[in-house]
């Protein structure tokens, strides 16, 4: 099966609602999506979703663009959640300094409070970084003792040399619409990461791939970027949904 490991299924871009969009992935082969929270109602939905669906899954947390909303109560909402049977993971979490919508300290803090989380749960994490490449190393560097059970860098865009010191520290790496795009130069990045560290995401329903670039995206079109992936490194469609499929049980447990 293909596998989507990032996903916004609760987005109001659906208008439709999930039903469409679930009956769509599942005709194409893919049969397993996990829905990310944002924040604690995104989460909330997620996990409401995924209690309909066998094939959803969610993870929960509050993004850095959320921060600042990060207090007692919405951290014993977060932990009600997290003891869900299908949440896999903790997040998305990190820094976000393009949109600067939470101050730094805010970010720095609900960071550092959900990887704690996510220890304590023995879940993973799944890390947004945006316009803050050396502060997420940094940051994750000097928390290393919280990360015993993995993490995720969804959308990855950096560099190749950054990938390696990521994955020194127990991350796996998910792509999405990018990797098909026209000058991506995404090839190297995706060569130079170990191959049982590689996942595939859409980011739905943002980051369509081509063809449908600037389009709504949706899980369905996971296919195209699993198979732009294998092309990159030289394998069958069978073979790469095989990597990706035990990539993400290894990670998620699913």
């Avoid at 599942?26 to 909330?44: E, R």
């Avoid at 995720?152 to 950096?158: D, F, N, Q, V, W």
């Amino acid at each position: 099966m293909f596998v989507d490991v990032h996903a916004h299924l609760t987005d109001s871009k659906y208008v439709d609602g999930v039903k469409p969009i679930v009956d769509n992935f599942k005709s194409v082969g893919v049969g397993l999506v996990i829905s990310s929270g944002y924040d604690i109602i995104s989460s909330q939905k997620s996990k409401d979703l995924a209690d309909i669906y066998d094939c959803v899954y969610f993870s929960a947390g509050v993004h850095p663009d959320e921060a600042k909303t990060l207090d007692n109560q919405v951290i014993d909402q977060l932990i009600a959640l997290l003891s869900h049977k299908k949440c896999v993971a903790v997040g998305e979490i990190g820094f976000d300094f393009y949109w600067n919508k939470s101050t730094e300290e805010e970010q720095i803090f609900a960071f550092e409070k959900q990887m704690e989380i996510a220890d304590h749960f023995g879940l993973p994490f799944v890390v947004h970084s945006r316009d803050a490449s050396a502060k997420t190393v940094k940051f994750l560097t000097d928390r290393k003792s919280l990360i015993k059970h993995g993490f995720l860098m969804h959308c990855y865009s950096e560099s190749a040399e950054t990938a390696k010191i990521y994955q020194n520290l127990g991350a796996y790496f998910s792509f999405g619409g990018v990797i098909t795009f026209k000058n991506a130069k995404k090839d190297e990045i995706i060569k130079v990461i170990d191959r049982d560290r590689l996942l595939t995401e859409t980011d739905s329903p943002y980051l369509a791939p081509h063809p449908f670039r600037g389009q709504i995206n949706e899980p369905s079109k996971i296919p195209l970027i699993a198979n732009k992936m294998a092309e990159i490194l030289n394998l069958e469609e069978r073979e790469i949904k095989e990597v990706l499929r035990e990539n993400a049980r290894r990670l998620f447990g699913v």
